[in-house]
């Protein structure tokens, strides 16, 4: 299932995110597009656009190459 590999691939980043005060939240996938929700320290830093694209949004990508995009949701 397409949510269960997202997942696998947000455990990759998880553990980086939570070492400093955030967390990351798998909201819903559409048309190719991820959406998820950045938290605790996670939503107000920022840097996190950069960590969106640079981190999170590169290593879904890696692991499910049909996904065009990582969105954060409020």
Do not use: H
Request: hydrophobic share 40%; net charge negative; charged share 30%.
């Amino acid at each position: 299932m397409e949510r269960d590999r997202v997942e696998v691939a947000l455990e990759k980043v998880r553990a980086g995110l939570r070492s400093e005060g955030g967390d990351i939240e798998l909201v819903d996938i559409k048309d190719n597009v991820v959406y998820i929700k950045l938290k605790g320290a996670c939503s107000s830093c920022p840097m996190s656009s950069l960590t969106m694209k640079n981190w999170i949004e590169s290593t879904i990508k890696n692991e499910m190459p049909e996904i065009t995009s990582v969105q954060a949701v409020q």
